[in-house]
């Protein structure tokens, strides 16, 4: 009998499999990046069928078989709004285009379950989503070292969005934002 594997993930995206299927890419807190299958979740008496909607938090149930990643079970973690920005689904998507399949990154996956939790940045969305990004980007290497800017060190040696790393964020705009395009030049 097969064992059942219950983690935090986000659905980065899904993708029609038959009449009635999915393959949802997710990131795992656990097991990172890896495809799963759904079955019968496009019907509508399917029990996970709202809960697996592309840019939302979850805890999911899965079972690894001889070749694919199942989904048995699946319920949202998040508030309706959380996942909603278009600039947390950007960051969500650029993340799951970035990431190898099965490959152990919970500190990106703490980095997106807290930008996603937060309700602070109202108005300064896309601040916090630069910021975010540089984060995620530090974490995978893609950031040039040494950081020559101390202002730079500080907002990436902390995982905390607040006011404080906000105002230092907004304080060094410009600097954030060339940062953030340099790493995404380097990676994609």
């Not at 980065?12 to 890419?25: A, D, L, M, Q, V």
């Not at 949202?76 to 799951?96: A, C, I, N, P, Q």
Request: hydrophobic share 40%.
């Amino acid at each position: 009998m097969h064992e059942l594997r219950t983690t935090d993930a986000f659905v980065i995206n899904r993708y029609p499999h038959g009449e009635s299927n999915f393959t949802y890419k997710l990131l795992t807190e656990k097991f990172g990046m890896l495809y799963a299958h759904g079955q019968g979740v496009r019907e509508l008496k399917s029990r996970n069928r709202y809960a697996l909607q592309t840019g939302k938090l979850l805890e999911v149930t899965l079972v690894k078989g001889r070749e694919v990643w199942r989904i048995t079970g699946a319920v949202r973690k998040e508030d309706e709004s959380s996942m909603g920005s278009l600039g947390k689904r950007r960051v969500l998507t650029t993340t799951g285009k970035l990431l190898a399949l099965e490959d152990d990154m919970r500190e990106v996956f703490e980095i997106l379950r807290q930008y996603a939790l937060s309700t602070i940045g109202d108005g300064q969305d896309d601040l916090v989503e630069a910021l975010v990004m540089l984060r995620i980007m530090d974490k995978l290497g893609f950031v040039a070292r040494p950081l020559a800017e101390q202002e730079m060190v500080e907002l990436l040696g902390t995982a905390a969005l607040n006011k404080a790393v906000l105002q230092q964020a907004e304080e060094n705009k410009m600097k954030l934002i060339a940062r953030v395009n340099n790493a995404l030049r380097e990676a994609l």
